[in-house]
């Protein structure tokens, strides 16, 4: 699938919005929710025009758990079901990991867009955090294909399994977990 022509790459199409600049009144919130699988609806219907997911996406800003769509006149609020992201895409390239999403980021994770990991009975799901507190979760695939590249080194003074982007180790587990 060729996400930069169907959700247009996100340096192509320019500089986004500065949400973070903008300070306008809060309006409420609004029917629109983002699903755990990436899925954006509106008023309980799917949005299928990648372009206005971009759009969209574009003017999402995140205070604490918060999220909402904001413009230079108004901020309503929308739902988030977890991250308003998914990662799609990995490559690496000379030991730097890099990250397509959903809606046409690119990143690479590194000290101002960190891999963090949740941990359960179910396993790890790997997040990362594309531009100003918004995150994008692995796919499933993109997680099993991470999880074969970790390797075990120190950490916290104690061996711990995790992932190299670089030269930064992001940490998984505890090796003594495994």
Sequence with gaps: MDLARLYGDA?????????????????????????HDGTWLHNGTPITRPA?????????????????????VEKVGITVEDVPFIAVEMT???????????VGDR???????????????EGFRPYICVRDGLEARLSRSLAQDLATMGN??????????GVCSGALFFPVIPADHL
């Design 52 to 72: 206005m997911v971009r759009l969209f996406s574009g003017i999402l800003r995140r205070e604490g758990d918060l999220y909402y769509l904001v413009t230079p």
């Design 11 to 35: 340096e192509a199409q320019g500089p986004l919005p500065p949400v973070s600049k903008w300070n306008p009144p809060f309006c409420g919130n609004i029917d629109m929710r983002i699903k």
């Design 92 to 102: 690496s390239d000379n030991g730097f990991l890099s990250f397509h999403t959903n």
């Design 152 to 161: 075990i080194r120190e950490h916290m003074n104690a061996p711990w399994f």
């Design 107 to 121: 990143v690479t994770a590194d000290a101002d867009h960190p891999l963090r990991f949740e941990t359960d009975t």
